[in-house]
């Protein structure tokens, strides 16, 4: 390895050199004050010894590898504050995203990448199955047509002006909650519709950083909602 | 189509009914990011204008959390870090989400997105002390308000 000032005497910048290396950076970071407000904006700002600031400059020094490693871009939540702040309008959320999408998929951490493959496989994060899910929203339904006469959930509705995805933790945890949106619907009279398959509204292929199963899942939703020709599609997330 | 433009044309048009006097207590708004201003830089428009008309239907007293809007902060809980087992660090972030929602006075939250509402009402109010705090999706506050005609629209 080269040391800096070896660097320097043949005429290479040290930011610049290498690139194909940076696989975190792109060109963005390159624009960098390290001025420091994406930092000083962040709750999470000394977690872990690291900062927004200091992901930029592993980035930018070529670090990829240490930054992917890091809890630090998990522990960030891609809330947008820094990039909403940065004078040079870095791309930093893309940045944190790529850090995740580089990790391997078995190091992510907890359940979304688990919830990610189930989605794949069952059409839901936690793997209900049809038969299940079909009828507990028609047992529900029956209990909420007990306050509100002649309600039921529509299911797989050609032609329904809206389809609504569900976030499975309510199936799954809190059916009750669902009540809330079907009341909403029956008072205001609405033509909608639920899907029997692929009703997943909840999408961690976002969040672990994986585009190709992030597209195939809202490809399945798009699907459903062509084939039942309804007019608007409704993620109530 | 949002959640947000949904609700605001049924209350605009009327096809639903609210009825303010079911919630009276003081009550404050979250921006989640990803509505806020990640759809901003997304898409162009940030949902903040519409939540809180909404909210405002369905309640008299409001007071916003600061900062707000674009500059809101994250409860902690997004980007997964609900899913995600560093729940200390979870809890760590959320501690300026805790005061900021403690120093409206407000008793009732109105959250549109569930890892914001679920981080909120399940653990920072244990940990940061405001279990007094009510904490409602925005569906939730409109359909507790709904008045349905021919429906006896008891108290939940």
Redesign the interface.
Known sequence: MKTCKEVLMQGETIVLDKREKRRLAGEYPDLCLTCGTCAGGCPVTGVDGLDMRKAVRMALLGLDQELVDSRFPWICTLCGRCEEACPMNIDLLKMMRSARTLRDRDKVPGVMHKGVEMCLKTGNNVGIPKEDYLFLLEDLGAELAEELPGFEVPVDKKGARIMVTINSKEPFAEPEDMFFWWKIFYAAKESWTTTSENWEGVNWGLFTGDDDSMKEIVRRIVENYKKLECEYLLLPE | ?S?HD??KE?IESG???IDKSKHPELTTYHDP??YA??SE?TFGHGYYEEPRWITQQCVDNFVDMHPNR??N??C??????W????AE??I?????KAKQIKDTGAKLLVAP??NCRDQIMKSLRQEYDFMDVEVK?L??L???S?V?D??DNKEE
């Open positions: 189509m959640v949904l609700l049924y096809r639903i009914k990011c990803n201003r990640k830089k674009r500059n902060y994250c902690g809980g997004g980007g997964g870090a899913a995600m087992p560093y660090e979870r760590h972030y959320g501690r300026v997105c569930h999706y569906w939730e409109v359909a507790d709904l349905i021919g429906v």
